[in-house]
């Protein structure tokens, strides 16, 4: 079987309290890119994950990723054997490991079925990978895993990912959030929460990583119609009406950043 794990954004992110658990309270509005990670799977004898890609060298070990962990709460007989092409960069704010995981789910899904408590243990995996496993448009809320449907009028709209190669951890940018509610999401279809929302992790994650900034600015001339970053960075998004435009903003990018990671896409 072969599953794309589908790059996650956040086109708003709205912190409304910290939790008495140390979680944060949040509303966000997830969307997903027509591309991402590339998993592949066989049959084996036991449970294995190889790794390669341009990103392979950043996940600390094979045996103990996502994808093991997602194997190891579905069953499957026999063991697997999953290839995972990383082309996403880790600790991006894209869900990357997340996205794994839930196209794990949708394999298993596929081969047999998933189990009826799938979203609780996609859930214990992570915030991110029960919204990962559906890979369409929604509500996130909570911790991001409940879930209510948007209506999607985004759906094939052209998407710029760009990211200036810096990893950034989720945990010291929720921590670096100042506390203040800035008020809930707003309501509508997906194209209004996008244009009105906004991330609340922003400030935080320029003050980790200032070069955010620069690619937010970067991206501001491309005449996107929003430019945000995605999660807690320090990945930016830009929508375009016209796919020409993203093909120039790409351009641009790989001219005047050649450092930078780029991927042009649709959201799904």
């Known amino acids: 079987m072969i599953e794309t794990a589908y790059a996650k954004i956040n086109l708003a992110l709205h912190i409304r309290r910290r939790r008495d658990d140390g979680y944060h309270a949040l509303e966000t509005l997830f969307a997903f890119v027509d591309q991402g990670d590339q998993l592949s799977a066989s049959p084996a004898a ?14 600390d070990n094979a045996t103990g990723n996502i994808v093991m962990q997602a194997l190891t709460v579905l069953k499957h007989v026999p063991g697997w054997a999953v290839s995972l092409e990383k082309r996403l960069p880790v600790a991006a704010g894209l869900g990357g490991g997340s996205a794994d ?15 009826d408590d799938w979203r609780t243990r996609a859930a214990k995996l992570g ?3 029960p ?5 369409h448009a929604c509500i996130g ?7 209510q449907p948007v209506e999607n009028d985004l759906a094939g709209m052209p998407v710029l990912l760009v990211n200036p190669r810096v990893p950034l951890s989720t945990g010291p940018v929720f921590k670096g959030w ?12 997906a194209r209004a929460i996008a244009l009105e929302g906004r991330n609340d992790l922003e400030t935080p ?7 955010i900034a620069d690619v937010l600015a970067a991206l501001a001339e491309t005449q996107p119609l929003l430019a ?3 999660g807690s960075g320090a990945t930016c998004f830009a929508l375009y009406e016209r796919h020409d435009v993203m093909d120039k903003a790409l351009e641009y990018m790989a001219s005047c950043h050649p450092e930078w990671w780029t991927l042009a896409g649709k959201l799904r």
């Open 178 to 189: 100042d506390g203040v509610d800035r008020g809930a999401l707003p309501q509508g279809s």
């Open 228 to 230: 945000r970053m995605s």
């Open 205 to 211: 994650a320029i003050a980790l990583c200032p070069v």
């Open 46 to 59: 036991r449970d294995v994950c190889h790794v390669k890609g341009e990103f392979a060298g950043a996940l």
């Open 131 to 135: 919204a990962c496993v559906e890979s």
């Open 127 to 129: 915030a991110d990978v």
């Open 141 to 147: 809320l909570g911790t991001g895993t409940e879930l």
């Open 101 to 115: 995981a839930g196209a794990i789910f949708r394999m298993v899904a596929r081969w047999g079925g998933l189990p």
